[in-house]
């Protein structure tokens, strides 16, 4: 096994197997050929050819699209076609910031193949010149990658709320880190893939931030979605994600971001370009 495993897990993709998804003409998403089977049982919402999925042309607005699609969704997920429903609004629009042209069940956002956006902390320890990395395991009722290994805080990115509140709000909820602390969170970039999972097709953009925390530290879950931390070396950290598949498979990203800008996986290191391109593949 090797780095490079980890991010060809987050490259599956086969554009003959989906349709582009448009809205006003433009393309916001790909939805599998077998959901575009299903979502035509419905078509007061949606309008469905051999070539494209979009949305009748009569749902004009945000709100009206907003309210149409999620009752054609709730059937959906009535008759078990959309599991683990969230009750999370997630915007569907061309670009991040953009208006949103409606708000999509964060569960379905796979079906559609839309544009996806979260937030992940790493949360690590100086000590002298060694790093360790705070490391959550996830609860085995979690309805995605259940007792996988994630970062100390990580969560999707909803409609109405900001970048950085969402960081502060997943932070109390995940790892009870203070706000005065959790404020602390350098943004340090980006992460992007597009990969093919059993709810549909991932095309997620994860937005990064560091947190150096003190020693004294130590994260207590208060929503139930961590089973327990782990305060490990970033060595330990390094040899999981290279040699299993401890990681949730977009954890794994961050973590070898990680590595790559503090300087732990080299630049001579053979597959360091592979690498630094194979994590913004969108």
């Not at 003409?25 to 599998?32: A, F, S």
């Not at 560091?210 to 139930?224: H, I, M, Q, S």
């Not at 971001?257 to 360091?272: K, N």
Request: hydrophobic share 40%.
């Amino acid at each position: 096994m090797s780095f490079v495993d980890r991010i060809a897990e987050c490259s599956v993709f086969d554009p003959d197997r989906y349709l582009p998804f448009r809205v006003d003409g433009v393309e916001v998403g790909l939805v599998g050929r077998d959901s575009a089977r299903k979502l035509k049982d419905f078509p007061s919402v949606f309008a469905i050819s051999d070539r494209e999925v979009g949305l009748q042309p009569d749902l004009v607005g945000f709100e009206r699209r907003t309210a149409a699609v999620e009752e054609a969704l709730r059937r959906l997920h009535q008759r078990g076609d959309i599991a683990g429903w969230r009750n999370e609004p997630y915007p569907v629009g061309v670009s991040y910031g953009a208006p949103p042209l409606f708000n999509l069940e964060r569960a379905a956002v796979p079906m559609f193949g839309v544009r996806g956006y979260g937030v992940h902390l790493n949360g690590f320890v100086r000590d002298d010149d060694a790093i360790k990395m705070w490391i959550g395991r996830r609860s085995l009722d979690k309805p995605t990658a259940p007792g996988k290994l994630d970062q100390i805080v990580a969560g999707g990115q909803p409609a109405g709320i900001s970048l950085r509140d969402n960081v502060l709000k997943e932070s109390a909820e995940e790892a009870d880190i203070p706000s005065a602390m959790a404020g602390r969170a350098v943004p340090v970039g980006a992460i992007t893939y597009c990969t093919e999972r059993p709810d549909g097709l991932r095309r997620d953009v994860i937005f990064v931030y560091d947190l150096a925390l003190p020693a004294t530290f130590v994260p207590r879950n208060t929503d139930g979605e961590i089973a327990e931390f782990y305060l490990w070396p970033i060595e330990r950290v390094t040899d999981t994600v290279r040699d299993t598949d401890d990681f949730k498979y977009n954890c794994a990203l961050v973590v070898i971001d990680f590595l790559i800008r503090h300087g732990l996986i080299p630049p001579d290191h053979p597959d360091y370009l592979s690498l630094i391109c194979g994590l913004r593949s969108l």
